[in-house]
């Protein structure tokens, strides 16, 4: 069987191997002879599947040596497993039982894309945001310990989720409590060391093994005795590795470091995995694998195959192409050049998703004020609000669910100091098959309760690009928030030009009813006011909000409907509530949005229509109130 594939097969592969192997005590009956034969089994199954299902890529390729090796030697689901992130966990759940439904991959009813606990009992820990590995399996080897329990716990991080400030916190807090535990650091980029080879792989066995670690206690003891003489040693020994491997940072935060080694050389993973796993207090094991390995392309090309579409069968007929606009960070994208191009102030500024928020023109042009600052969501706030406090201006694209993670920042460092940051709030709303940990389903709640913060949606990309002037302009924190995908098919306008800040615009009068739209659904909301001769307004502005607009309509209709692809608590519709009760106005309102429930991943279109966010959805509930009524 090939070792690399250079395309991805569209029939199902015979596997024998891997057929015998469907759950860990399964594969665990193998003989170690068989595991490079099952390693390429495993492969190309996964290449077949992800093929029909589209998902993440690369990094499953990346890691099937290590998720045979850490199952193999692991008494899995007892001994606990926890994946960082999740793209790496495909193989992981073609191993564990879920083989046969990998096809629902990311699909509506089927299976999720990232480890959940819900879905089985070997993911013992939910993911979807990154490095937060470390802490959760220090919090399980911490509960074993208090339980009396021998079981143990495994994290297995990127060195990508590595450059988090939160796992650098786990690592230490386990150091503090000499926590018995195994961290894995699956380094597919090189980006610590190089130094892999025959001699390193060899001195991860010899430093590994029982036979040295019970040297080492030896030695300690009876150095322990003497004053000063074992710190000395530690320190000579420490320094002796630092030489030979890079794992002297981790040393000096208390762990026992080994590595690098070959992640795709499965003799050393397992004989390393075995040595390491009865040694006493935080092991840490640098293995360096080669993302998309196997498949020739996605070696080629990491960054483009980290996730792919499904393949069509070969005689499909063509689908019928659907006219579309750009995608809405492609606006962003070109928006920003266009911007810098007038403005030297400005400086852009993301968290790893220079890709997925449309910077690499960006920073192709403009790299002396292009920053990258890798998964550290809060720094690349703080960071912002430090380069507004010297004059600069930043404009930080992030997503909405990971800017979850810095709202102390968001608050505390550019809030309260009314510094002039604009915040471009990729992937707002529902985002699809990657499911409740992707979507943007709070932007709203947590940004208009923040003072002096200036909350913009645009419902399109014409919209888009002035609101985001708009913000750009404003002289203290504002966001402008859109979702992923396209939006509307036509011509964009390239102006640069802000719009009155608060002032909401009437999209087509009617009588009785009005629908406030807040964001990308305008077009549903349209279809919906022709159906119902309804009025219907782009609100544009969730803070402030457009007040006297608000009191006109209050006054001429008799049921006010406000739509948003965010939670209805706390989100825009409460605002206009809060506003209509502050001044006693007794208008009938209906909050139309997300429920107070995680919606499960599906296409896009059918997780809105599962919360009647669709024309059908909108027009069905607003009958329904209309019908109750008074009158």
Excluded at 396 to 418: E, K, M
Aim: proline fraction near 6%; charged fraction near 25%.
């Amino acid at each position: 069987m090939p070792t690399t594939f250079q395309e991805i097969p569209r029939e199902r592969p015979l596997t024998p191997l891997l057929d015998r192997a469907a759950t860990p005590d399964a594969l665990r009956l193998l003989g170690e002879a068989e595991l490079e034969t099952l390693a390429d089994e495993l492969r190309e199954y996964l290449l077949y599947t992800v093929g029909r299902t589209g998902g993440h890529f690369g990094a499953g390729l990346g890691v099937v040596e290590l998720t045979i090796a850490l199952h193999y030697v692991f008494d899995t689901p007892e001994d606990r497993l926890v994946w960082d992130v999740g793209h790496q966990a495909y193989p992981h759940k073609i191993l564990t039982g879920r083989r046969e439904r990998m096809d629902t991959l990311r699909q509506k009813d089927g299976i999720a894309a990232f480890p959940r606990r819900s879905e089985s009992e070997y993911d013992t820990f939910g993911v979807g945001h990154s490095s937060t590995s470390i802490s959760a399996a220090l919090g399980m080897a911490i509960a074993a310990r208090l339980q009396g329990s021998a079981r143990k716990a495994v994290a297995v991080i990127g060195d990508g989720a590595l450059t988090a400030g939160m796992a650098f916190e786990a690592l230490n807090h386990a150091s503090d409590v000499r926590a018995n535990m195994l961290v894995v650091l699956n380094d597919n980029d090189m980006s610590i060391s190089h130094n892999v080879g025959g001699l390193s792989n060899y001195l991860a066995k010899i430093l590994s093994s029982r036979t040295y670690a019970s040297m080492r206690e030896g030695s300690k003891k009876i150095l322990s005795r003497l004053p000063g003489a074992w710190e000395i040693a530690r320190k000579t020994e420490e320094h002796a590795k630092g030489m030979l491997v890079p794992g002297t940072l981790f040393e000096e935060l208390g762990w026992n470091y080994i590595g690098p080694i070959d992640g795709h050389d499965l003799p050393t993973l397992i004989t390393t995995l075995r040595n390491m796993r009865d040694l006493e207090g935080p092991q840490f094991l640098h293995v360096v694998t080669k993302k998309g390995k196997g498949f020739a392309p996605a070696e080629a090309d990491p960054i483009g195959y980290h996730a792919i579409t499904k393949l069509e069968p070969l005689n499909a007929p063509a689908a019928p192409k659907k006219a579309v606009g750009p995608k809405y960070s492609s606006v962003f994208g070109q928006w920003l050049c266009d911007m810098a191009e007038q403005a030297p102030q400005l400086v852009g500024i993301t968290p790893a998703m220079k890709e997925g928020s449309d910077l690499v023109e960006f920073s192709e042009r403009f790299p002396e004020r292009y920053f990258d600052v890798a998964i550290a969501e809060q720094h690349a706030v703080t960071l912002a609000a430090g380069l507004a406090c010297d004059g600069a201006k930043p404009v930080v694209a992030i997503y909405s669910t990971f800017l979850q993670r810095a709202y102390d920042q968001l608050i505390h460092d550019v809030a309260v100091q009314n510094l002039d940051v604009l915040f471009a709030i990729d992937r707002a709303g529902l985002v699809g098959e990657d499911g409740p940990t992707h979507a943007g389903s709070f932007d709203l709640s947590y940004l208009r309760c923040i003072p002096g913060m200036l909350v913009m949606t645009p419902s399109d990309g014409n919209e888009m690009r002035r609101l985001l002037s708009t913000g750009f302009h404003y002289p203290g924190p504002a966001a402008v928030r859109y979702p992923r995908g396209n939006g509307p098919d036509f011509p964009l306008d390239a102006s640069l030009e802000g719009l009155e800040i608060g002032k909401a615009r009437v999209r087509r009068e009617g009588r009785r009813i009005a629908l406030l739209v807040f964001g990308v659904l305008l077009g549903e909301a349209l279809k919906v006011g022709e159906a119902l001769d309804a009025t219907v307004v782009d609100m544009r502005f969730v803070k402030p909000l457009d007040e006297a607009l608000l009191r006109d309509l209050a006054e001429g209709h008799d049921l006010l409907v406000t739509i948003e692809e965010n939670a209805v608590m706390g989100g825009a519709g409460s605002a206009v509530n809060e506003f209509l009760a502050g001044e006693n106005r007794q208008v009938p309102v209906l909050n139309l949005g997300l429920p107070d429930c995680y919606v499960e991943h599906a296409k896009p279109a059918q997780m809105l229509a599962e919360c009647g966010l669709d024309a059908a959805g909108l027009e069905a509930s607003v009958r329904a109130r209309l019908a109750r009524l008074p009158g």
